[in-house]
């Protein structure tokens, strides 16, 4: 167990739906990764907040945001969803500040129909 | 974008033998890690590399940060049946004021044959 908690764990929705995934660091860290794992694109980095302001920025949609909050939980929205979007998406936590350790949670499994 | 190679893509082996994989890329990067990930779960940080040269080791695994900062390798010796899984090498160009995203290789399925 990496500490790192995402829900839910699964999730069905339609095209051009909107959903919300949520990630809770381990204790003490305070960055928050996504990534998105798909067969073809592999393991990417969408996009990381430090202590509530966004870090950096990879390969995320203009249709997907992400927030941290207060509290160091961040939330990943997907929005006006696509068929090509059903993949496993990860969350992942630092101490941050000189260490690139980053502890990945158990995921979400996101199916578009 | 920044692209990691890592080979092999999958590995057959018996149960006792010793593995080896390794990542290279056209970019410089400051720190590799390497990864382990069952089906359903996410990734596991096994091993992570801070120093060009650096030998680090966890248990049965060893994994190196190449000289040239442009790749990296893990060995898992006298490989066993919990060891199936996918590895993944994982680099960042971070040079300060907080952590970046990682770049991931594709993956080496490691298979253990009966």
């Known amino acids: 167990d990496s500490g790192v908690t995402q829900t839910p764990k699964h999730l069905i929705t339609a095209t051009g739906q909107r959903v919300t995934l949520r990630c809770s660091p381990r204790?003490?860290?305070?960055?928050v990764y996504w990534y998105q794992q798909s067969l073809d694109q592999g393991l990417q980095f969408l996009i990381q907040?430090?202590?509530?302001?966004?870090?950096a920025k990879g390969n995320i949609l203009e249709r997907f945001s992400a927030q941290q909050f207060p509290d160091l939980h961040s939330e990943l929205n997907l929005s006006s969803l696509e068929l090509g979007d059903s993949a496993l998406y990860f969350c992942?936590?630092?101490?941050?500040?000189?260490?690139?350790?980053?502890?990945f949670g158990p995921g979400t499994r996101l199916t578009v129909l | 974008g920044q692209q990691l190679n890592q080979s092999p893509q999958s590995m057959f082996i018996q149960e006792g033998e010793d593995v080896s994989m390794n990542c290279t890329s056209s970019?410089?990067?400051?720190?590799w890690l390497w990864y382990k990930q069952d089906p359903g779960e996410g990734p596991v940080l096994l091993i992570a590399?801070?120093?060009?040269?650096e030998l680090t080791s966890n248990g049965r695994l060893t994994a190196q940060f190449g000289i040239t900062r442009k790749d990296s390798f893990l060995n898992i010796s006298a490989s066993i049946p919990s060891d199936v899984g996918i590895y993944f090498c994982?680099?960042?160009?971070?040079?300060?004021?907080?952590?970046?995203?990682?770049?991931f290789g594709k993956g080496t399925h490691l298979i253990i044959q009966p």
């Open positions: 992942a936590s630092s101490v941050a500040g000189g260490r690139n350790e980053q502890f």
């Open positions: 204790s003490g860290d305070l960055s």
């Open positions: 907040y430090y202590n509530g302001e966004e870090r």
């Open positions: 970019s410089i990067f400051n720190t």
């Open positions: 590399l801070y120093k060009a040269g």
């Open positions: 994982a680099g960042t160009q971070y040079s300060g004021g907080g952590a970046d995203g990682l770049t």
